[in-house]
């Protein structure tokens, strides 16, 4: 494996030929491919572990050769697990579909064909769109994704609906509220299903927290502050739910309806969210250009409706593109994060009952209006 990684490094530090990293990407491919087919039809094993390991060391070794050294360390951090967990993700691939597996391998051999070759320099009028940088943060953001899919597949509802929350909110909490609400009103459990919703929100504004660990500079840990506040708020009102629960009959450790999530590491997902994230990034850099802060702010709010990794990734970005300064940037991921929280009461009001409406929406509007209190006294 260490000679992979030096391998994919080495191929990237001849300028003189550009299109050796995809040859040699090629070639190591191709042979894992050989050695999968052996292994399954001449010695009978099962598992693909070895031959995404192969993979995912030679696109490391890329990374590295390419100076992206904290995605290199994430993957790192990602591939000891894998070799780390190997029974368990052997248990975990019988649970996912032809599609996913053929998604997932196709968006690896995508990435490690196409990155290499990819403009490293602004190609459009604004100077906002560095297509090497933006799927760089869509593999990213497929992986943090994937993550939590991994899980919610794995472990199912063995831990009900609090396990739920938490692992369905990783790879997205607007779906976690949609299903919860939809099963409350098959279930009446109002206080069960609306701390499941506040516990995917929670953990929505935690992976606001590690985005801006991962991607910001200094100046974001004071405002940190603000969605670790909102995070811990709506986990002591979903808790406060859960504990108000009088039912014993149906605890809310039961097993619930499993939440309907498509894997985010296949290359429709992520060519989505790449659109959404590249629109965000117009948006932004044409907002401040055109309307300075307020149309900053305009496009932030818009933008948290649908999506809030998009807008804290673009905000960041354009901060490191001299399009936006700090101050202005967090300030616009913060809008977005209201508005993302905010939004949620309008899908348990078209979808959820009156019971979980009520205490959503009040639960909700506490949590914003902490959030708020704490960006003003930071």
């Not at 030096?6 to 894992?32: D, E, N, R």
């Not at 399954?40 to 890329?62: D, K, P, Y």
């Not at 986990?235 to 009088?246: N, Q």
Request: glycine share 10%.
């Amino acid at each position: 494996m260490t000679l992979l990684c030096l391998l994919g490094a080495l191929s990237t530090i001849f300028p003189q030929f550009p299109y050796l990293p995809i040859i040699l990407f090629g070639a190591v491919t191709a042979l894992v491919v050989i050695g999968h087919a052996h292994g399954n039809f001449v010695m009978q094993r099962i598992g693909m572990t070895s031959e995404l390991s192969a993979l995912l060391t030679f696109f490391i070794g890329l990374l590295i050769g390419f100076e992206q050294q904290t995605l290199a360390i994430l993957l790192t951090v990602f591939l000891g697990g894998i070799n780390a967990f190997r029974d368990t993700l052997h248990k975990f691939a019988k649970t996912l579909q032809i599609h996913e597996w053929m998604g997932m391998l196709q968006l690896l051999a995508l990435s490690g064909a196409v990155l290499p070759f990819l403009p490293r320099e602004a190609i459009d009028p604004w100077g906002v769109f560095v297509p090497f940088h933006v799927w760089l943060l869509i593999i990213l953001i497929s992986g943090i994704g994937f993550f939590g899919y991994f899980l919610i597949k794995y472990l199912g509802a063995q831990g009900g609906i609090p396990l739920t929350g938490f692992l369905g909110g990783i790879v997205s909490s607007t779906a976690v509220t949609i299903s919860m609400a939809t099963r409350s009103r098959e279930a009446d459990l109002p206080n069960i299903f609306a701390g499941g919703v506040l516990i995917a929100l929670a953990t929505m504004q935690l992976r606001v927290v590690v985005e801006i660990l991962i991607l910001g500079s200094e100046v974001a840990l004071s405002f940190l502050m603000i969605p670790i506040i909102m995070s811990v708020a709506s986990s002591a009102l979903a808790m406060y739910f859960f504990w108000k629960s009088k039912s014993k009959k149906t605890p809310f450790f039961q097993r619930p309806e499993r939440v309907k999530l498509t894997s985010p590491f296949e290359i429709i997902p992520a060519l989505k969210f790449g659109l959404v994230f590249v629109a965000v990034l117009f948006m932004l850099a044409i907002g401040q250009r055109y309307f300075g802060d307020s149309g900053v702010y305009v496009a932030a709010f818009l933008s948290g409706v649908v999506d809030i990794d998009a807008i804290v990734l673009s905000s960041l970005e354009s901060v490191k593109l001299g399009e936006l300064t700090s101050s202005v940037a967090y300030n616009a991921i913060a809008v977005a994060l209201f508005t993302n929280t905010l939004v949620k009461v309008g899908y348990v009001g078209i979808m959820g009952s009156k019971g979980v409406f009520r205490k959503v929406s009040f639960a909700t509007v506490i949590v914003t209006l902490v959030g708020i209190g704490a960006f003003l006294l930071t």
